[in-house]
């Protein structure tokens, strides 16, 4: 599971072989949160609100390099 930004307070990674649709686990101390890549949509869990802005500007600003890594960790 490749560590893709440490945030300091939390993180963003992407699993290997994960379920779809395409997405991100946003991880701190006491909260994970999956985020969509395409829209960043929450799709499960529950983060900040200043941690889960600051993710989706990320994921905004990274999202075809992420898409990218997506398909490259499914196969």
């Known amino acids: 599971m490749p560590l893709l930004r ?3 307070s939390f993180h963003i990674r992407m699993y ?3 379920h779809p649709p395409p ?3 946003v991880v701190s101390a006491d909260e994970t949160v999956l985020i969509g890549i395409a ?3 929450i799709l499960r869990g529950t ?4 941690s889960l802005r600051k993710a989706q500007d990320w994921i905004a ?4 390099v992420l898409l990218a890594k997506w398909t490259e ?3």
């Open 6 to 8: 440490d945030f300091g």
């Open 16 to 18: 290997f072989r994960d």
């Open 23 to 25: 997405h991100v686990h």
């Open 39 to 41: 829209d960043g949509a």
């Open 47 to 50: 983060i900040r609100s200043a």
């Open 61 to 64: 600003e990274n999202r075809d």
């Open 73 to 75: 960790f499914q196969k």
